[in-house]
């Protein structure tokens, strides 16, 4: 799984989407990533460090928010569910600078990249890698104070056991931080000026039915309120609060967000092709089309607007 966010539209293999030992594409990155020979992770891997190094800002005030609850445990060990590249991975080592990170993912293409940025970043005696499909590798995981799990549990099946396994997990006082939910990201004015105004909210409407898909696929899959405090309770974790963090990237974009941005309208181009209306096929590929003045290169008004919910559950 990987942290991303736009859920169904993910490669298949995590989630996201499937990569799954973690997601936006979330989605998030996403059980975990499995490895996928119809996947090039040579061009996905980038792709998907490109996304969270672009929401960093997201995660770093996430992970600074959990470090500062009054609650916090000492963080000696943490488990990164779905780690997909590492982004993330370290930078909750650098915000619990006394801490072990593990890097939890199914797919070994992308847990390379992670020990090759722990390495580059000074961090590979603190941040290590385990190669694990969840739900099925959970106990060998070991304990942990913090287990961060990016859009990673809606690619399990039975969301409740699997959350079950992450509070079995918890040294006392340990805490559980589940990135679901938030707002799906938008990039453009609802009227661009060409074809039917609306075209990310109806994306958004395909990409909403293809999670709904993925989830009623899934091996014993089974219905849940998306109530995650609740959830929390049922497992026997006490919930400690809800937050979201906002990336607000206002228009016109620096260009390595553009370049993210004509990444993932591409991605969306091919994958709900045969969902869309020829008309919305037409302005995508203008959009995609670098000589276009109307498109995603040249108009000065495209932005990178989202928001990431977390909910932290606690072992008393």
Known sequence: ?????????????????????????????????????????DVMGPMLEQEAEISRPQYEEAARWIAGLPT??????????????????????????????????????????????A??????????????????????????????????????????????????????????????????????????GMGRPGLEARLEAVNADRFENMRAALPGT???????????????LEPQGTRSFLLDLPAPLPERARDHVVAELARRREMFEDDLSAEDITVLDRLLDPEDPAGLRRRPDVFLLSARTVHLGRRS
């Open 222 to 236: 089974k219905r849940e309120t998306e109530d995650w405090s609740a959830l929390f309770t049922a497992v026997g």
């Open 72 to 117: 916090a445990p000492k963080v000696r060990r943490v488990l990164d569910i779905g780690s997909g590249p590492g982004v993330i991975a370290c930078l909750l080592a650098e915000v619990f600078p006394e801490a072990e990170v593990v890097a939890v993912d199914g797919t070994a293409a992308l847990l390379e990249r992670t020990r090759a940025r």
């Open 119 to 192: 390495e580059r970043l000074g961090l590979g005696d603190r941040v290590g890698t385990r190669h694990a499909d969840i739900p099925d590798d959970l106990e060998g995981l070991g304990e942990a104070d913090l287990i961060w799990v990016g859009n990673a549990l809606h690619h399990m099946g039975d969301q409740r056991a699997v959350l079950a396994g992450f509070a079995a997990l918890l040294r006392p006082g340990g805490t559980v931080a589940l990135a679901e939910g938030g707002l799906q990201p938008r990039r453009l004015p609802r009227d661009i």
């Open 1 to 41: 799984m990987s942290q991303h966010t736009d859920h169904a539209s993910q490669p298949t293999g995590h989630g996201h989407h499937q990569h799954t030992a973690h997601g936006h594409r979330h989605g998030a990155p996403q059980g975990n990533h499995h490895d996928h020979g119809d996947l090039d992770w």
